[in-house]
């Protein structure tokens, strides 16, 4: 599988500072949750990620859901 393959899985997604200075994305899907705490510049470097590909994503035409 890859980044392109859809699947049928529902996860939830939060982001926030945790009391050590990190920036933690938590995810939860069904029984399994990740925790992956990351130094303030890294995430930095991952939103900017983050926007490069919503950027691209705008430019394939896909139409917009209503």
Do not use: H, S, V
């Given at each position: 599988m890859s980044i392109d393959t859809e699947r049928d899985?529902?996860?939830?997604?939060?982001?926030g500072p945790t009391d050590q200075g990190m920036v933690r994305?938590?995810?939860?899907?069904?029984?399994?949750e990740?925790?992956?705490?990351?130094?303030?510049d890294e995430a930095?470097?991952?939103?900017e990620e983050i926007l490069a590909a919503?950027?691209?994503?705008e430019g394939m035409g896909?139409?917009?859901k209503r």
């Open positions: 899985i529902e996860a939830n997604l939060q982001i994305l938590f995810i939860e899907a069904g029984k399994t990740i925790p992956m705490d990351f130094e303030p930095r470097e991952i939103a919503a950027q691209a994503a896909r139409k917009k």
